[in-house]
């Protein structure tokens, strides 16, 4: 990836829905997936969410490590060098509450300002990264 170049992050909705063509979001995922170029980049969090939910609604979790693999996903980030800081978003985001996968996809985002979350999580519209900077997304809606 060129330095400066924009970095998609990864989460589990769009993951699963590539994966899971009866998921209601099976379509545009597809259609994403087709368009992005690779590797997007992710956390070990969003694949155990991942291979979870594929499990639990009769898909397969290997899928997702498969495209860990083919490089069509890039592990990218390291928590436990962040852990303060995951502590800190998780305390702030309680209220919602934050999943430890979103707190580590906000703060990849802080990490790379030229990034977007490709996400179907409502919740991302309400984080902010660095405290009050509006995340940049990808989206059911916003495609």
């Known amino acids: 990836m060129p330095s400066g170049a924009e970095r998609v992050l990864l989460d589990t909705g769009p993951l699963v829905a590539v994966l899971n063509g009866a998921d209601e979001h099976h379509g545009w995922a597809r259609e994403c997936f087709g368009r992005l170029a690779p590797p997007l980049f992710t956390c ?3 694949l155990s969410e991942a291979q979870f939910l594929l499990a639990d609604r009769g898909g397969d979790p290997l899928a997702v490590l498969a495209m860990a693999r083919q490089g069509v996903l890039a592990l990218d980030f390291d ?8 502590h800190d978003l998780q305390r702030s985001y309680r209220n919602l509450p934050m999943s430890f996968a979103d707190a580590c996809l906000v703060r990849m985002s802080e990490l790379h300002e030229r990034s977007r979350v490709f996400t179907t999580d409502a919740h991302f519209r309400l984080y ?10 990808l989206t059911p809606t916003s495609t």
């Open 44 to 46: 070990e969090a969003v």
């Open 79 to 86: 928590a436990r060098e962040e852990v303060e800081r995951l």
């Open 128 to 137: 902010r990264r660095h405290r009050r900077r509006v995340i940049p997304l």
